[in-house]
């Protein structure tokens, strides 16, 4: 069996964590544990797409949080 995260021609979800890290998904894939969908499916590019638009800053919310805290 290939590996679906390997899969260019395969559908795709982007998913978040609780501190606001996002990261494409197999569709075919159970969405683990923490993670939520907030897009997809969608092909590769799609969800590229998506993830350029959407997640601008790579550092976990409570980093970012600490960081702008006086």
């Known amino acids: 069996m290939a590996n679906p995260f390997d899969d260019n021609d395969g559908f795709f979800l982007v998913v978040v964590n609780p501190e606001e890290q996002y990261a494409l998904w ?3 894939v159970p969405v683990p544990r923490g993670w939520t969908s ?27 949080a600490r960081l702008s805290e006086p």
């Open 26 to 28: 197999p569709a075919s």
């Open 38 to 64: 907030v897009f997809g499916p969608r092909d590769r590019a799609g969800c590229g797409r998506y993830l350029a638009q959407h997640w601008t800053d790579s550092r976990p919310r409570g980093l970012v």
